[in-house]
């Protein structure tokens, strides 16, 4: 579906994107993760034929995204990050006027409209003028605007960011719906964590312009971090001598705790909870920490993607 060797933008002494070789086959989503300015967007737009490549080259829809600009774009639909659709139209007719724009009849341009307002939940909405809709309902009709002539590839620029997590959940579910019933293939770039690691299988890590990670989320953090099992005592020689019983796992001890690294940690627990307390050294409290595409980055690059919040899935049991 898209294929991409060595593609390069430089803006000034700016390597916004350093050499990327992608390659996605039909059927993907794949969400393009990474910090503010990693060079998702300038990725996308070269993508897209908005702007040109330094170097490099890139295949969309089987054509070249410098030479063949218009055979790109009839089979492409692009959602950039500001909102496409004008204010004092109502939805259906701007939906309307951007078939007509590529090429469809009055009436199949019509018929389009209605299925996609359908298959977006915008049913109530799409009446109405675009200034007066949510930011939620507008971010949907954008992909009903870049979906209107029935591309098979469809880019999306941070979908949800700006939307409040409802409306992010409800977006994604829609994203999600599409790219069922239409077999759509999905680029879409975001920095939200979750949603990478909830609507795409494949998840490609980008930092400074270069991929650093290109696998499904639960690889990548199964490759690079694992799961940690934190196990707590009441005392510290409680734990030192659990630490002896439990040698085979490798585990840090940490005044009352034991922290052991391992892969599918919620199936170890029982086995290693089962020898501590035929051991005799029982212990008080059990926490498995699941790794987060944070974590990834983290690991890979030394720093944080996180914007505040959470980033471990706990689980806290008591025993
Ligand atoms: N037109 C431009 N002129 C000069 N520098 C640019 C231009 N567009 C992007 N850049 C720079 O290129 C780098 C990559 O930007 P880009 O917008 O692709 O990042 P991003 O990963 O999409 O970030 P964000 O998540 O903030 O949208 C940044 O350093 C940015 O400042």
Known sequence: MM?????????????????????????????????????KSTTLRMLT????????TARV??????????????????????????????????????????????????????TLIE??????????????????????????????????????????????????????????????RHET???LTTHYLDEADSMAERVIVIDHGRIIADDTPAQLKA?????????GFDHETDAASAAAAVARFDP????????IRTQGAPRRVPEILDDLRTLGNPATEVEVVRPTLDDVFLKLTGRSLREG???????LVEV
Do not use: C, W
């Open 3 to 39: 294929e991409t060797y060595g593609l390069t933008k430089h803006f000034k002494d700016v390597r916004a994107v350093d050499g990327i070789d992608l390659n996605v086959a039909p059927g993907e989503l794949v969400a393009l993760l990474g910090p503010n300015g990693a060079g």
């Open 49 to 56: 034929t908005l702007i040109p490549p330094t170097s490099g």
């Open 61 to 114: 829809a089987g054509f070249d995204v410098v030479r063949q600009q218009r055979e790109v774009r009839m089979r492409i639909g692009y959602i950039g990050q500001g909102n496409g659709a004008g204010h004092s139209q109502r939805g259906r007719d701007e939906l309307i006027s951007q078939g007509r724009a590529y090429g469809l009849g009055v009436r199949s341009a019509r018929a389009r409209a209605a």
């Open 119 to 180: 298959s977006l939940g915008l049913g109530e909405v799409a009446d109405r003028r675009v200034s007066s809709l949510s930011g939620g309902q507008r971010r949907r009709l954008d992909i009903a605007m870049g979906l209107i002539h029935e591309p098979g590839l469809l880019f999306l620029d941070e979908p949800s960011t700006g939307l409040d997590p409802q409306n992010r959940a409800n977006l994604q579910e829609h994203i999600l719906d599409l790219r069922a």
């Open 185 to 187: 293939t999905i680029v």
């Open 223 to 231: 490759e690079h971090v694992g799961d940690r099992i934190i196990l």
């Open 252 to 259: 840090e001890r940490q005044d009352t705790r034991l922290t």
């Open 309 to 315: 919040g959470t980033a471990d899935s706990r689980e």
